[in-house]
């Protein structure tokens, strides 16, 4: 029980920080105090013992969304802070407090049993391929799921790639230019071991993917990976690859299952599913990581093209 | 450290609530720190120094609880958080300065 | 087959991709093979009955679960030749309109997006191609340039709150049920507070995403803005998606008590959609809105015919509710590649410089007379089959003046915002000179639909009897 | 009249607050970045409230994977979503800094 003490107030700090970020004046407070919200997010997830998701919330939800935040309220001009009427908060908030009142009302009547998928799952596992249940139900129980997110990952990508404005030139002190460097390697060992160690422990293709794309913004901020564009084949063709190594797997796992059972879209050879299951992590992997950083910091201006091959040496 | 029964001995159980409690003391410094100091560059001051040191008195009063490898990791963990606190606090102040020499 | 016509379109997007210069014929080469696929699918189901495979071959309450019965056939079908009709349009008038290449792996990935809803049953998968098809939808929007931007802005965030609702009713219902798919669902159904409040938040979140009535604020400005075939496609297709799940779930999941409750606000809607839509047809000076409003206009048959059904329980208003969409999918897209058609040849965006279109360009002024015929409900066209079903289902209710007088009303409004139009076309005193010779084949193109609409007629019989016993 | 544990009421109750506050910051932020956030808000209240889902009747304190599997890929389509969101954003802000009287009539 001693624990409902930090459970009480993890809550009223989350509900306080959510408050705060939006009723705040400015609006960089707004978003600065959002960041702190998801870090406190990725606490919560931690607390409910549910380690998948706070690697995922931390480094997508409060690191990568807080820097596209940053970089959006760049571009915002601080205008004068739009301060609302009464009358135009009163009605809103009215409406709210009945949805809040009927969602309560109904979640009250929620049944203590867990569902019946759990014992399936479990029962499953076996002949998953994997022994970490999240991922076998994420990479083969579930993997149509699966395969629509990644296309709407990429989706997000084209849309934003359309209509994205050029990025904004950024300054790179030699400071931030050396720890970017020494932070690379670490990163690509982290994310290595997060994908290999997703078959068994928590972790698996979005963490570390997320993890290799932060590192990469580091990276990219500094002038480093200018290559690091839609226009190249090359990057499109990995980030492609991430969809398109999953039908592959599946098409080929159709012609593998050629005995007795009748052809199935999406089912693994029980024997083979390990490694396709591995297979497929990986290129979702570095596809995860290449659009998340195209996502964050988009394509690099012509004009930091020209500044580029000078190699980044100090602004004064 | 850990005796035969799992059960810390007192000695250690001092000691690792005595470094828990000065961490905690240094955030709160930190935090008050941040909040009253006038200029931005003397508040950046005192939030890195403060929160570097309290996190390593925290970790080193953790260290009692884990085994080897565990107090490695968050050895690790004390030292990354060193370095990009103090990365960062850099930049933050190389921007004030930038911005102050605009106005 | 199924498989064919999921694996189909995102194979086309991925290598179109990779190579954009091929990506205009690729996009026509899998649109016809996924319409043969898709009509063999539709033999095959309406013969041996309909088809239901589980995904990855898992115990039923783990794996999705996707199953062809013969309307998600019939829609499949649909959307399979609205994108080749489409495509065709944009090939031939892509230089042009300096259409963005983008229109080409997108709009492949919208035929995904709408061939796995139409076939999903399971609820966590129909919140992914719900997601899906607003990405899609919003990033063709915002294709057209600058002035889409806000239009897509504003519609990609009612979409995400309208997704969102959506998937608090879905966690709310794995909550209290444990199990995802529509049927497993349906046995265990208790109508308690928790099932009625899911219940309203999916509503809530699906009538968003569809532009049903109270909640169509964004649907004029999107579809006004886009380019000529994505607006084409967004009324026709994208708009249905989120009403399909609507109708899944009030006719499969909810329970008898529940679907009378919510029948009056249903038809509630549909009417108030009926005549206030119709009213800012009336209103709106620019061509692609007064289009896109007719299209919320027609969405309250849609909704008219679903209250109906829930309170009545009549097969014929299910047969009414399903010609309505197809009948709307076809004239709608013949409408708005006519419209764009002639605003683009005539170079203006407000209606006045319709003036004497039916001289300069007559073919796209005709094409638009016949479409808009079939909105109206006019005899021979699917319009009118789906309203004829309509008033028969009423008919034999008994009593219902109310009812009729009010579709008499709807009708007559309909009637007028397309004579509106017709009327500036005769109007030859000072026909607008177009900037460039019209040319033909687009206004072809915009023809066709029109004239399948009209078809509908013809092969209304095998339509009505495979629509009336579905009933989904 | 409820039997589950205290706990997990507590996270119930923030959950539900959550949800309060980001359809409270929806409907009113007057800022369009300010209801994006809103939106993340939103989403981070149903994802907690899936996760004490995934709790219920478990003793030894594994999570439903289902359930955590589900929350993954909300997680990710919420972050794509809104980083199109932001993507949108700058390009309005870009394309006209001052406000401008938008070109086609307001829908009614």
């Known amino acids: 029980m001693s624990l409902l003490l930090f459970d009480a107030t993890l809550c009223l700090l989350l509900l306080v920080l959510a408050l705060a970020s939006i009723l705040s004046r400015q609006l960089v407070h707004g978003v600065i105090l959002y960041i702190a919200f998801g870090l406190m997010m990725a606490l919560a997830w931690a607390r409910l013992a549910t380690p998948d998701l706070a690697l995922a919330e931390a480094a997508i939800g409060a690191g990568l969304t807080g820097a596209l935040c940053f970089s959006a309220l760049a571009r915002q001009q601080l205008h004068l802070p739009v301060v609302l009427s009464w009358p135009q908060r009163l009605w809103p908030a009215v409406f709210v407090l009945l949805m809040l009142g009927g969602v309560l009302a109904a979640l009250l009547q929620l049944p203590p049993t867990a569902s019946p998928l759990v014992d399936v799952a479990q029962a499953e596992l076996i002949n998953s ?115 398109s190594a999953f039908v592959l797997a599946a098409l080929l796992a159709m012609l593998l299952t050629t005995d007795n059972t009748d052809v199935i879209w ?14 497929v992590e990986l290129f979702a992997t570095l596809a995860i990581a290449l659009t998340l950083t195209l996502l964050v910091v988009g394509e690099p201006a012509a004009a930091e093209q020209a500044q580029q091959n000078s190699g980044g040496e100090a602004h004064d | ?102 106005t | 087959m199924m498989v064919l016509l999921l694996v189909l379109p ?10 954009p210069k091929i990506a205009p014929l690729l996009t026509l080469l899998t649109a016809t093979i996924c319409s043969l696929a898709a009509l063999q699918l539709l033999l095959q189901v309406s013969e041996q009955g309909s088809q239901q495979i589980l995904l990855a ?120 049920y444990g199990v995802l798919d529509i049927s497993a669902l349906a046995l265990q159904w208790q109508t308690n507070i928790l099932s009625t409040a899911a219940l309203l938040l999916m509503t809530l979140g699906l009538m968003l995403k569809a532009a049903l009535w109270p909640l169509h604020g964004w649907l004029p400005a999107a579809h006004g803005a886009a380019p000529a075939p994505v607006s084409a496609l967004l009324s026709a ?114 209606l006045n410089t319709l003036k004497g279109a039916s001289q300069t360009m007559p073919l796209a002024m005709f094409a638009f007379a016949v479409a808009g015929g079939s909105l109206i409900g006019l005899p021979p066209s699917g319009g009118f089959l789906a309203k004829w079903a309509l008033l028969q289902g009423l008919w034999l209710q008994g009593d219902q003046l109310l009812w009729l007088l009010a579709i008499v009303l709807a009708t007559l409004l309909s009637a007028a915002y397309v004579f509106r139009v017709v009327v500036l076309a005769f109007d030859r005193a000072d026909p607008v000179a177009p900037d460039f010779a019209p040319r033909i084949l687009p206004q072809w193109l915009a023809l066709l639909p029109a004239l399948a609409v009209w078809a509908m007629a013809l092969y209304s019989e095998p339509l009505l009897r495979l629509l009336k016993q579905e009933g989904l | 009249m409820t039997d589950l544990s205290p706990q997990l009421l507590l996270y119930i109750g923030t959950a539900a607050g ?17 209801r994006i956030l809103a939106l993340n808000i939103i989403g981070a209240g149903i994802f907690m409230l899936m996760v004490v889902l995934a709790y219920r009747g478990l003793a030894d304190g594994a999570a439903d994977p289902v359930l955590q599997a589900l929350i993954l890929t909300g997680l990710v389509v919420a972050v794509s979503a809104t980083a199109f969101a932001l993507a949108l954003l700058a390009r309005l802000k870009q394309a006209r800094p001052g406000q401008y009287r938008p070109e086609q009539e307001p829908g009614p």
């Open chain 1, 266 to 279: 999406l089912r693994w050879p029980p024997q083979l599913a390990g490694g396709f299951i591995l297979l």
């Open chain 4, 18 to 34: 959550l949800f309060a506050i980001g359809l409270y910051g929806f409907i009113v932020g007057p800022q369009t970045l300010r």
């Open chain 3, 57 to 176: 071959g898992w115990p039923s309450g783990l794996a999705i679960s996707l199953e062809a019965n013969s309307l998600s056939c019939l829609l499949i079908l649909l959307t399979t030749v609205l994108q080749l009709l489409v495509a065709l349009y944009a090939f031939a008038t892509y230089r042009r309109d300096k259409l963005g290449t983008g229109f080409w792996p997108l709009s492949s990935l919208l035929q995904l997006g709408l061939t796995s809803l139409w076939l999903s049953r399971d609820l966590f998968n129909l919140y992914v191609c719900l997601e899906l098809l607003g990405l899609v939808a919003v990033a063709l929007v915002s294709l057209s340039g600058d002035k889409a931007i806000k239009p897509a802005l504003n519609y990609l965030l009612l979409s995400l709150f309208g997704s969102l609702c959506y998937l608090l009713g879905v966690a709310m219902l794995y909550g209290a």
């Open chain 2, 1 to 102: 450290m850990i005796d035969s029964t799992g059960q810390l001995s007192t000695l250690s159980m001092v000691l690792s609530s005595l470094l828990l409690m000065v961490g905690l003391f240094f955030f709160i410094a930190g935090s008050i720190g941040m909040l009253r100091f006038p200029d931005s560059f003397s508040r950046l001051h005192a939030v890195t120094k403060a929160d570097s040191l309290g996190l390593g008195s925290i970790v080193a009063g953790l260290m009692f609880y884990g085994e080897l490898w565990q107090n490695l990791l968050l050895l690790l963990i004390w030292l990354l958080v060193l370095a990009s606190g103090s990365v960062s606090c850099q930049l933050l102040a190389r921007f004030a300065k930038t911005q102050q020499d605009k």
């Open chain 3, 237 to 350: 297709l994208v708009v249905k998606g989120p009403l399909f799940i609507l109708c899944l779930l009030w006719l499969q999941l909810a329970s008898a008590p529940q679907a009378v409750a919510i029948a009056p606000l249903f038809t509630g809607c549909g009417l108030a959609a009926l005549l206030l839509g119709g009213v800012s047809a009336l209103r709106t000076p620019f061509a692609k809105n007064m289009v896109a409003y007719s299209t919320v206009a027609q969405l309250g048959y849609a909704m008219l015919a679903l209250g109906l059904l829930l309170r009545f329980n009549q097969p014929l208003f299910a047969a009414a509710l399903w010609l309505f969409v197809l009948a709307h999918a076809l004239a709608k897209a013949a409408c708005f590649l006519a419209i764009g058609e002639i605003t683009a040849t005539l170079g203006g965006k407000r």
């Open chain 1, 129 to 243: 391929g994997v022994s970490h249940p999240v991922t076998a139900v994420l990479l083969n129980f579930r993997s149509w799921d699966t395969l629509l997110e990644l296309v709407v990952l990429l989706l997000a990508l084209l849309g934003a790639l359309q209509v994205a404005p050029a990025a904004k030139a950024t300054t790179s002190w030699p400071l931030s230019l050396s720890w970017s460097r020494l932070l690379a390697p670490m990163v690509i060992l982290l994310a290595g071991y997060l994908l290999w160690a997703g078959a068994s422990q928590p972790g698996g293709a979005f963490q570390a993917g997320a993890l290799l794309a932060a590192g990469a913004v580091v990276l990219r901020l500094n002038h480093q990976l200018n290559w690091l564009r839609w226009s190249n084949f090359w990057i499109r063709l990995l980030i492609v690859s991430g969809v």
């Open chain 3, 10 to 19: 995102l194979v086309g997007a991925l290598l179109m991709l990779l190579w």
